[in-house]
């Protein structure tokens, strides 16, 4: 059960406190506010509200220096700071995280989407998005359209504004209209590659957000012997295979060839290791805070009757995702179908389940589907993995996401 919350607004605009706490309102809320920011501290420190919502424009006091004040006060420690404002620069953005904000939303404020939006900076939740989860290549139709066509992309939103891209397969197409829409002065994001295979790159030139001067992006991924990781990508760019070469990107694009190891990012812990797959294949580990989100594709996974069974690489590998509380893995085939694909570099829903058990992962997120399998061979694929969870006593939970869904982590 939610415990009940105290928010305080602060803005010198009444109108926008009433449409904020309309929208905000409800049995496990207890709103205040103040249209004066050079009053408002005292109060502030007197009901030590979970979360001050405020503005940056105001007479007096303005929102920059709000934070700061309240950031200096002992007993406001545990209080979430979202600065909702018509500033939508860069600049501003950053500045207020540099005061101690825990969150950023600029005006206009979505009505049914505002009370989602500060609810997940206050409880620090990571929002984990599905835009793609075909395996090999798209597969539009009628048989497919409840869970998607789309091949692999997965993001990561951090409750800072932090943006983690894995793959870039048509669904990065999906992610791009949903940035597009959102109308942000700059995008900046880190496009984690886990191979160079078609369905895992070919759509990153559709990906327009690369294309707007005063964004910036940062491409790594697995270098294949002697090619790096921008040569693999601008390899497909070279105006033979597509008109449109890197040269053009509007925005600033670096790339980073990455090994097996550990990297951070804005204090986000990212582990890399090597995955069962033809080629240079890489899984990552995202560890932030208290959380952990593990994204394992491509990787086949031998059944211990297999004379391929490696037992040293299951032990890594079970250790590497051990404890994470999502695991969005290659569950490419059934049992059956499996049998009769050996040594293509994916994985049965069986072998997974039984890996994901022994690691103990909290929420098993079935992906990368083989573009033979209608949505109704999925859910029997669900099914099965249900059946096995089941039998096995797990404590491991089992999603089947379609695309465009999200997940709070």
Known sequence: MHEKRTYFIVDDDRIFIKFLTKYLTSDLLTIASSTTSSSALQEIIRLKPDCLIL??????IDGFELCKQVRAE????NTKIVVVTGKTYEIDRKRAFDMGADGYIVKPVAPDKIAGQIQRIVEDRVELTFWGIRGTL??????????????SCVSLEFPKGSLFIFDAGTGIKSLSDHLGAQNR?????????????WDHINALPFFTPLYKQGNEFEIMGPAHGD?????????QMDGVYFPIEIKEFGATVSFQNLKEGTVSIDGIKIQTILLNHPGHCLGYRIDYKDRSICYITDNELFPKTSRFYNSAYIKKLTTFI???????????YSEDEYAQKVRWGHSSITEVIHLAHRAKVGTLYVFHHDPGQTDAA??????????????LKSSTVCITPMEKQHFMV
Request: aromatic share 2%; proline share 7%; glycine share 8%.
């Open 322 to 332: 051990r404890n994470t509380d999502a695991l969005i893995t290659d569950c490419t």
């Open 227 to 235: 090619i790096s990781i921008r040569e693999l990508i601008s390899g």
């Open 378 to 391: 999925i859910d029997t694929k669900n099914d099965q993995a249900q059946a096995l969870l089941n039998e």
């Open 55 to 60: 503005d940056i424009m105001m007479p007096d």
């Open 185 to 197: 002065s700059q995008i900046e994001a880190k496009i984690f590659i886990s191979h160079p295979h």
């Open 74 to 77: 002992p007993g406001l420690d």
């Open 138 to 151: 798209p597969v539009p139709g009628q048989e497919t359209i409840r869970y998607g066509g789309n091949t």
